[in-house]
């Protein structure tokens, strides 16, 4: 079976789980931004957690079916509809030959995962098909769909699931984060420790999938910082000259030369995903031993709802 697309919206990327091991070579694991969304998403159709999705940011993408297929959105909340008619979040639907579904622009957060029974079906690159913007790499020849676009969608895996209320991801425009001193955490002067934990950032319209320019209190060093290129890794938060921080995300650099302050916790990376431009970003201290802590409750919560996946 295969779906029709009738406007692309602002960017719509097919991913899957990433292709992580590739840092050494300047490859980043890239995937789904929001995995957890993502993996609820492929949940209700009855896929696997991992199977291939579209990641739809900021809204607008409209698709026509071209067989009956079975749905399900989870993510940013988006009014969805088909055929007209509303659809519900993070609950499988059915749809018919021939219906159009739409999906209008983000209220919270910012990427919608739409996932179909079967997945969908794109070119492969060291074993993932995951759209690498950069080097034009995975997805439909590298790059986000575009109106005409035939997307292939593969043989049904599974039964359709339900989800329970409390496993729904909770979304808003005032994202939390929790996080750790970076590698260069004592390079910052008193002040810039207390205003990283006490006052909210603002996503600037610098946002993308590689990171987001924050906005703020200026976070100063105490005195100027020369080093050499360092390892970065998904919430890497850096300190750059002009003391307005660097939020590393999904497809960020493998490395980089600014002072990094902060790392987010494993178990909040997934929420990198949901900053969208004009978003609050606020920043949380998490201690090591808290931080593995909160990963095995995390993992532990959803580890009997979604078979293999792990945050």
């Not at 913007?133 to 005409?148: E, H, I, Q, V």
Request: proline share 6%; glycine share 12%; with cysteine.
């Amino acid at each position: 079976m295969s779906l029709t697309v009738l406007h692309s919206g602002t960017q719509t990327l097919v991913m899957d789980a990433g292709r992580p091991g590739h840092r050494h070579q300047g490859i980043p694991g890239g995937g789904a931004a929001d995995k957890l969304s993502f993996a609820v998403a492929n949940h209700l159709v009855g896929n696997r957690w991992d199977t291939p999705a579209l990641e739809c940011a900021l809204g607008g993408l409209h698709i026509r079916f071209e067989r009956t297929a079975t749905i399900a959105i989870s993510g940013a909340q988006m009014w969805a509809q088909n055929q007209g008619m509303n659809l519900p979040m993070n609950k499988a639907v059915d749809v018919e030959k021939g219906d159009i579904l739409t999906m209008s622009f983000t209220r919270a957060g910012c990427r919608a995962y739409l996932a179909i029974a079967g997945g969908v079906e794109a070119t492969t690159f060291m074993d993932s098909v995951s759209t690498y913007l950069p080097a034009s790499l995975g997805g439909l020849d590298g790059g986000p769909l575009k109106t005409g676009d035939i997307v292939r969608i593969g043989d049904r895996q599974g039964e359709p699931n339900s989800l329970p209320k409390g496993h729904v991801p909770a979304l808003s425009n005032h994202v939390v984060l929790r996080a750790g001193a970076g590698p260069e955490w004592d390079t910052l002067s008193d002040a810039g420790k207390r205003y990283l934990f006490t006052t909210p950032f603002y996503a600037t319209t610098a946002t993308d999938r590689m990171g987001t320019r924050l906005k703020g209190d200026k976070i100063a060093l105490n005195a100027p910082l020369n080093m050499t290129s360092s390892p970065l890794l998904p919430g890497t938060l850096q300190v750059p000259p002009d003391g307005q921080p660097i939020l590393a995300l999904a497809d960020g650099h493998c490395t980089g030369g600014y002072a990094r302050a902060l790392q987010v916790i494993q178990a909040d990376l997934w929420l990198l995903g949901q900053i969208a431009p004009g978003a609050a970003v606020s920043f949380r201290r998490s201690l090591a031993e808290e931080s593995s802590a909160i990963l095995k409750a995390k993992n532990s919560y959803y580890a009997d709802l979604i078979p293999g996946f792990r945050f």
